[in-house]
């Protein structure tokens, strides 16, 4: 992205005022005849805080950042770009400097600050209306599609840093400036990286739209397809769905090599947790669809991995407990019944919704096997 984007100024864009008998004039043209770039560095470093009011200090701000870009001092480029946007709030190519700096520095809230200035201030440029004099159509052109580079490249700044960024807050708030400013953009699948808890700290529906927008082009996103399963089944909706999703999980973190973003601990505790995950929420779907049996093995399957989560344990407890009383009877089955009696006097020594259904469960298996 870096080598898409030429420089968005061919001339200067602000003007000097030089008023030869004004101290600032008299520095001004000093600038101007100085032949020798440290010199003139100085010089221009000089008018900058002795004048900053001075009508022509966005001049001396705009030829100050090139200088900084060339040596690599981000921090300065930071600066004076935001220094010339203070003046002069509509210059696009002062924020993309900026922008591009932040990026270079690796500084995650400046990244978001410049990129979404960047955006925003390139969103109006393309909506300029085409000049009507010929002689100022080429510069028109020239600026629509600078400022449609940008756009691109602010949204992918925005997606690139939000995949590597390791604070989950500060992710959230980069991908959140890039849904705000184009829900469709391309590269929010660059974002995928994030693990499903980290995509459940945005506001659930956000979170859900950008899973599904990335599951249109990567299906087998483990991320993505949890994050959907879940929110639906916490939802009550399209219950098909969450099973379809379960089930691809867990076919997904069979086959699926180790990322080389990850340890080999790091992927074996992920691959556990996201099995448990999706055995568990299959169990629940086919509890509630009526396939007992099938219930009762993914919900067996998934105890282990979803020990530390006792809203699910309690969920399954109950499935399990209720699966088993159903199976008895169907099956004819006295041990059956036994495991019901030991899931539901599990699930009923927890707090939670569903414990006093399991408090009924063991009552009809106390009437109809005499199991306690």
């Known amino acids: 992205m870096a080598l898409l984007l030429a420089t968005g100024a061919l001339a200067d864009r602000h003007k000097v005022d030089v008023d030869p008998e004004s101290e600032d004039g008299i520095l001004l043209q000093r600038i101007q005849q100085e032949p020798l770039p440290a010199r003139k560095q100085a010089l221009l470093e000089k008018f900058a805080t002795q004048f900053p009011q001075a009508t022509s200090i966005a001049w001396v701000y705009e030829q100050l950042v090139p200088i900084y870009k060339q040596a690599k001092d981000y921090q300065r480029v930071i600066a004076y770009a935001n220094a010339l946007l203070a003046v002069d709030p509509n210059d696009l190519d002062s924020a993309d400097d900026a922008l591009r700096a932040a990026e270079a520095a ?31 159509l080429a510069e028109w052109k020239r600026q629509a599609d600078f400022a449609n580079q940008v ?29 705000a400013r184009n829900p469709q953009s391309k590269y929010l699948p660059n974002t995928k990286k994030q693990t499903v808890t980290e995509m459940a700290r945005l506001a659930p529906e ?10 249109v082009d990567d299906p087998d996103n483990e991320d993505f397809l949890m994050t959907v399963a879940d929110y639906d089944l916490n939802q009550e909706k399209d219950l098909p769905q969450v099973l379809k999703y379960a089930l691809r999980i867990l076919e997904v973190m069979r086959r699926k090599p180790k990322p080389a973003s990850l340890s080999a601990e790091e992927w074996e505790k992920k691959k556990a947790k996201f ?13 509630k669809q009526s396939r007992y049996a099938l219930s009762d093995r993914y919900l067996r399957a998934a105890l282990a991995s979803i020990k530390e989560d006792s809203r699910m344990v309690a969920a399954a407890y109950f499935y399990l407990g209720y699966d088993n009383y159903i199976l008895a009877g169907e099956l004819r089955d006295l041990n059956r019944a036994m ?32 199991v306690q």
């Open 275 to 287: 099995t448990g995950w999706a055995n568990w929420m299959a169990g629940v779907v086919y509890g």
């Open 206 to 215: 956000k979170a859900v739209q950008l899973a599904e927008k990335g599951l």
């Open 151 to 179: 756009l691109s490249y602010s949204e992918f700044v925005l997606a690139t840093q939000a995949a590597k960024e390791p604070d989950a807050g500060k992710r959230d708030q980069l991908i959140q400036a890039l849904v």
């Open 106 to 136: 690796n500084a995650t809230e400046l990244i978001r600050i410049f990129a979404e200035r960047a955006w925003d201030l390139a969103s109006k440029t393309v909506k300029t209306p085409k000049p009507s004099d010929p002689d100022d």
């Open 339 to 370: 495991e019901a009696a030991k899931f539901s006097k599990l699930c009923a020594g927890m707090d939670g919704p569903f414990r006093s259904l399991a408090l009924q469960n063991l009552k009809a298996l106390k009437t109809d096997y005499n």
